[in-house]
């Protein structure tokens, strides 16, 4: 039993449902890959072994996960068990009842152990908080594992998680899966239940599966997705199973490959190496083109449809506790707040417009493929990227617009790890798939991810450097 950690979810399910293991083992090989691993690392701060083990007496081995432990990010509320957001106005907060993804996660056959870190309220692309402290990279120690989900991406990599649960408001779950080797999926808004939510009809931020493979992270939607009544922006599905549509017959594969989006600048390595994956489709028999789709105020559009997002979630906790707030969460909510009517409707008219031209762009090719980073993991002290390849990022999340300039166009988007620089740090690939188009994202994605052989590089023993 001593190394089911270095095994997949997907293998793990499997010996679940034969009875070969039980979700004690894997409860005691994640304890004790935790204690051996995760001082190093910091991925997963809140561990809930007694509520987990009472939920193993009763796992049900006929679900989806079979009694798998599942790791929950810090931003969602687990019943009994201490969520922080990551924020010092939080850091006893236990809260009465659990959000929606992961009463479905357990209904599901996923136990809850454990809380992954998040840096406070999900607010920037590195992982840290006045509570828990910094998450480090498992390939570098020295370095960030990005974010916000970057606990759950490090805990992946590191294997003290088989899945983990993540969310994506700009890029919070594709950054880190790149900056950590993993598999992430943002799916379109509606496809996982959101909640309770004090914004229930926003759709920039979703829930989404993490996993060390493509197959995994199927199989983590699987469990996750799904209608719920109490969120109206869920839906219906259009497959029975993602895990079967891996394997289903796929159509010809059309790609545009978009070494940056016109405004961003990438790290040169970085496009080059995912440039030569990005090719890799040619190989799978699709026809792969160096073409991208007029993405023009795409930007500031995110900017201001973000920084409404914070004022309408957050304005209360400025006005009662704004010393307990860190910088950027006070600048965006103020960013919010001083807004006029006129600027989030431009805004919202420009993400009509926006959407409509990546669609037609997508009646021509079915799959957008890009760099899924501008910039290559970077030491964790640094709060985030202030410069690319020359170029100066004017606020701490301009290095993410790769990635949240197709937030808001709320197609599905993956990110697929697909090599690793010089001086061995991951690089991921983002793959952007049609409209609710999740089936036909999965699938392409798992044959990329088989050409590249890439996926067996994790799990990992942490990298310790000084």
């Given amino acids: 039993m001593s190394d089911l950690w270095k095994k ?29 691993v995760d001082g190093a690392v910091n991925a ?4 809930c072994w007694d509520r987990a083990r009472i939920a193993a007496a009763d796992a049900d081995r006929e ?8 790791a929950i ?3 969602s509320a687990v019943q009994g068990v201490r969520t922080t957001f990551g924020s010092p106005i939080f850091a006893d907060n236990v809260p009465s009842h659990s959000d929606y993804v992961v009463e479905r996660l357990e209904a599901r056959g996923g136990i809850v152990y454990a809380k992954s870190n998040t840096p406070e309220f999900g607010a920037g692309a590195n992982t840290f908080n006045p509570i828990f402290g910094a998450t480090r990279n498992p390939w570098d120690t020295r370095m960030s594992a990005a974010g916000s989900s970057g606990g759950a991406a490090a805990a992946l990599a590191s294997g003290t998680a088989w899945l983990a649960h993540g969310s994506d408001l700009g890029g919070s779950l594709r950054t880190p899966a790149g900056f950590n080797s993993v598999v992430g999926l943002r799916p379109s808004p509606g496809l996982i239940p959101s909640g309770p939510d004090i914004t229930t009809y926003q759709t920039l931020g979703v829930q989404g599966p993490m996993g060390r493979s493509v197959a995994d992270v199927a199989l983590m939607l699987d469990a996750m997705a799904g209608p719920d009544p109490r969120d109206p922006r869920t839906m219906s599905l259009s497959v029975d199973s993602y895990v079967a549509a891996l394997t289903s017959e796929s159509a010809d594969l059309r790609v545009a490959w978009l070494g940056d989006l016109g405004e961003t600048v990438v790290d040169p390595e970085i496009k080059a190496l995912c440039a030569e994956a990005a090719a890799g489709f040619s190989a799978l028999g699709g026809r792969v083109d160096e073409a991208c789709p007029d993405l023009s105020g795409a930007f500031d559009c995110f ?3 973000r920084a409404a997002f914070f004022a309408a979630r957050f304005a209360s906790l400025l006005d009662a506790h704004r010393n307990q707030l860190k910088p950027d969460v006070i600048w965006n909510i103020e960013k919010g707040l001083a807004l006029t009517a006129d600027d989030i409707g431009r805004a ?3 993400r009509s417009s926006l959407y409509q031209r990546v669609a ?4 021509i090719y079915n799959l957008l493929v890009s760099p899924v980073m501008q910039a290559r993991p970077y030491p964790v002290e640094e709060t985030s990227v202030r410069e690319i390849a020359g170029r100066k990022m004017n606020t701490y999340i301009d290095w993410i617009a790769i990635t949240f300039s197709f937030t808001i166009t709320g197609l599905p988007a993956l990110s697929l790890p697909c090599g690793f620089t010089r001086d061995g740090l991951p690089v991921g690939l983002q793959l952007i798939g049609r409209h609710r188009g999740e089936a036909d994202l999965l699938r392409a994605a798992a044959a990329l991810e088989a050409l590249l052989g890439v996926a067996d590089a994790v799990p990992i023993d942490p990298l310790v450097r000084h």
């Fill in 8 to 36: 997949s979810a997907t293998e793990i399910v499997a010996l679940l449902k034969d009875g070969e293991v039980s979700s004690d083992d894997l409860l005691d090989a994640l304890e004790a890959r935790i204690a051996a």
């Fill in 44 to 47: 997963l701060p809140i561990t």
């Fill in 63 to 70: 679900t989806v996960l079979a009694g798998l432990p599942v």
């Fill in 73 to 75: 990010k810090d931003l």
């Fill in 303 to 305: 900017q201001t449809l």
């Fill in 348 to 350: 919202e008219r420009e």
């Fill in 360 to 363: 037609a762009f997508l009646e």
